[in-house]
């Protein structure tokens, strides 16, 4: 009988040291760096739904790294031609129908982007989940049919963040980024990320349909879709300046 409960135990520790022994933080980064590799340059169709209305807005995008992106915006003919660059800690808006340069302050990386549900921060990526933050692996979940480690993200206390808490599902084969909830500092969720449709994209597989959806705002939603994705791309960080902001197309 003590044999047998003395097996049973052990086999109980063996099942959870899998869990315990995962790099929380590693994991969060791979799963984040297949989103963006070393540099990317993608193509992607956003949908702003609206109880009454719905709006569609294309976009072309380049990034190196985690501290440079630009973000060119092709369709439609009203908002076409905007730009949005961020270089390091710095972020830029280029407006050509009022021929402006905006700099938009950190104070505003919780705003709405282009009217969608998507803040400032989403799209160019200002705070760095990998470093902004300190990850705990909570538990494991199925979602979508995927095995998940859900993953708790708490900043650290000198970051310059949006976010007062993250949970993140991850699934633990793939790496695939499957879900995102994002809370404010009251710990009162706002958003909720749903990452679907996995397909081959360049040299790697991602979910290629992003949904972002308000908590208290009922009929309203953002998809993000990615049509074209090429990784690894030879972009040189001359690329990323507010010269090339108005000349980009």
Same mark, same amino acid.
Request: aromatic content about 6%; hydrophobic content about 35%.
């Given at each position: 009988m003590k044999t047998n409960l003395l097996a049973i135990l052990l086999l109980l520790v063996a099942? #959870? =040291?899998p869990a315990q022994s995962v790099d929380i933080k590693d994991l969060v980064r791979r799963a984040d760096e297949k989103f963006r590799g070393s540099s990317s340059i993608g193509e992607y169709t956003m949908t702003i739904q609206r109880p009454a209305w719905? !709006? *569609?807005?294309?976009?072309? /995008?380049?990034?190196?790294? #985690?501290? +440079? /992106?630009?973000?060119?915006?092709?369709?439609?003919?009203?908002?076409?031609? &905007? %730009? +949005? =660059?961020? !270089?390091?800690n710095e972020m830029w808006n280029w407006v050509p129908s009022i021929n402006r340069m905006i700099k938009i302050p950190p104070s505003m990386m919780m705003q709405s982007w282009m009217g969608s549900d998507f *803040?400032?921060?989403? =799209? %160019? &990526?200002? /705070? /760095?989940? %990998? @470093?902004?933050?300190?990850? !705990?692996l909570l538990g494991e979940e199925k979602l979508e049919g995927y095995d998940c480690y859900k993953i708790e993200l708490i900043p650290n206390e000198d970051a310059a963040v949006v976010w007062g808490k993250i949970f993140m599902w991850i699934s633990k084969e793939e790496l695939l980024w499957l879900k995102a909830e994002f809370y404010d500092?009251?710990?009162?969720? %706002?958003? *909720?990320?749903? =990452? #679907?449709?996995? @397909? &081959?994209?360049d040299d790697r597989v991602i979910p290629t349909r992003m949904e972002m959806i308000p908590a208290e705002k009922e009929g309203h939603k953002t998809i993000m879709t990615f049509d074209k994705m090429d990784f690894e791309a030879p972009i040189e960080e001359s690329f990323f300046s507010i010269q090339n902001m108005k000349r980009i197309k």
């Open positions: 099942g #959870t =040291l719905e !709006r *569609t807005i294309s976009m072309k /995008s380049w990034t190196l790294g #985690t501290e +440079f /992106s630009l973000i060119l915006i092709t369709a439609p003919a009203k908002e076409k031609g &905007q %730009v +949005f =660059l961020k !270089r390091k *803040t400032n921060d989403d =799209l %160019v &990526q200002e /705070s /760095s989940l %990998v @470093k902004d933050y300190e990850h !705990r500092e009251d710990d009162f969720l %706002v958003n *909720t990320e749903i =990452l #679907t449709d996995i @397909k &081959q994209m």
